[in-house]
């Protein structure tokens, strides 16, 4: 079953604005990433967020990470047009189970 | 350094007909997956491996099985394909407690 949900499902912005996508999980976690998967190819790692962090920054992304509300977010900003992907997130429940669970994902596209 | 590369990128299968999937990761992980990927589906895992000679059972195995006769190689076949099976899958590899390198998929269309 998927465990990952992320809201909203599609998001259209203008370049230059800031871009926020929402995951919610089900259990326990021992760390949350953020993938992006430009169109035709494969995901690509953005960040990694362990479940004893609240915040975590790399570049022009910010990730957040409640773990009591089994929720995460991931911020872009300024968005250029290069953004365009569809954005996933996955929990890796940890506990020596090698296994991420990945969301429905997020489709953003930016309007030059 | 090629990464994770699958073969073949492409394929039209008829109902019934077997095919195997390649994916060959040249940067010594232990572990490597497969997945696929339907329209508002997300990825779902079908089989796992956490090192050679070894495998497991994902979310959605049944009509799938694998081999991991080699560190760098995890193969994914079809026995007897199904129109159900019609997807684009993906392979993942990475070391442990690091995230996942994924190749550009395989586009799969059973008729």
């Known amino acids: 079953s998927q465990q990952g949900e992320e809201d909203p499902q599609a998001l259209s912005i203008q370049e230059g604005e800031n871009a926020t996508m929402n995951c919610s999980y089900k259990?326990?976690?021992?760390?949350l990433q953020w993938y992006r998967q430009n169109s035709g190819r494969g995901l690509v790692h953005l960040i990694l967020?362990?479940?004893?962090?609240r915040e975590k920054h790399s570049g022009r992304l910010r990730v957040t990470l409640d773990t009591s509300k089994k929720s995460s977010s991931l911020l872009i900003t300024a968005s250029r047009a290069a953004d365009t992907a569809s954005y996933f997130c996955a929990t890796d429940a940890g506990g020596g189970n090698e296994k991420l669970t990945f969301g429905t994902g997020t489709r953003l596209t930016i309007i030059p | 350094n090629a990464g994770v590369t699958q073969t073949p990128k492409f394929r039209v299968l008829k109902t019934g007909q077997s095919m195997t999937l390649l994916c060959a990761q040249d940067?010594?992980?232990?572990?490597m997956y497969w997945y696929r990927q339907d329209p508002g589906m997300g990825l779902r895992l079908i089989h796992y491996?956490?090192?050679?000679?070894?495998?497991a059972k994902g979310e959605v195995p049944d009509g799938y099985n694998v081999s991991r006769l080699k560190k760098q190689n995890f193969l994914l076949g079809l026995e007897s394909a199904a129109p159900s099976q019609t997807s684009v899958y993906f392979c993942?590899?990475?070391?442990?407690?690091?995230?996942?390198?994924f190749g550009d998929g395989t586009r799969l269309s059973i008729l």
């Open positions: 967020i362990r479940s004893n962090e």
């Open positions: 940067m010594n992980h232990e572990y």
């Open positions: 993942a590899s990475r070391p442990p407690q690091r995230p996942q390198h």
């Open positions: 259990t326990s976690i021992n760390n």
């Open positions: 491996s956490v090192g050679e000679g070894t495998t």
